[in-house]
């Protein structure tokens, strides 16, 4: 069974890595570390699976609202329902803080992520045109109201 737990430092150096091998565009380890030690509204998880760390997610919380900064599973472990691990921790954790919303931008050509986005009740709701400055894809506003009700997980 994989451990989900709030992101630590000492994971950083796997997030990141994961983090590279995942957008064209990465977040840095600093990045990362900033929203660990500084950042007060930011939440981030790590999921380990037989000791290694296959998938990480992070939300800002905005009052009640929470915006998923960030989502990523190894390429090595995808398709095995990580992800959807990782999203339903988020959203449970971002219930408990208070959020009823939650929010996030996504590239235009990610289909699969669209596609989980799609499953847990995310509507697309707006286009940021060229968004991401790599090849000025736009990016999809999706967003989830009410969150619903996450069954505990285990």
Avoid at 41 to 63: H, K, N, P, S, T
């Amino acid at each position: 069974m994989p451990e989900i737990r709030r992101m630590e430092e000492s994971d950083l150096d796997e997030v990141a890595a994961i983090e590279r091998a995942s957008f064209p565009l990465p977040w840095s380890r600093n990045l990362f570390l900033r929203d660990l030690k500084e950042n007060k509204i930011a939440f981030f998880l790590a999921v380990r699976d037989r000791g290694e760390l296959v998938a990480y997610g992070g939300f800002w919380l905005l009052q009640e609202e929470i915006n998923i900064v960030n989502v990523a599973v190894h390429p090595d472990h995808r398709k095995k329902g990580f992800g959807r691990l990782v999203l339903d921790a988020l959203l449970k954790e971002g219930q408990k803080q208070g959020a009823t919303i939650a929010t996030l931008e996504v590239r235009e050509s990610n289909k699969a992520a669209r596609t989980l986005y799609e499953r847990l009740g995310f509507i697309q709701i707006a286009i940021r045109k060229k968004y991401y400055s790599d090849n000025r894809e736009d990016a999809l506003v999706m967003w989830l109201n009410p969150i619903p009700n996450m069954k505990e997980l285990n």
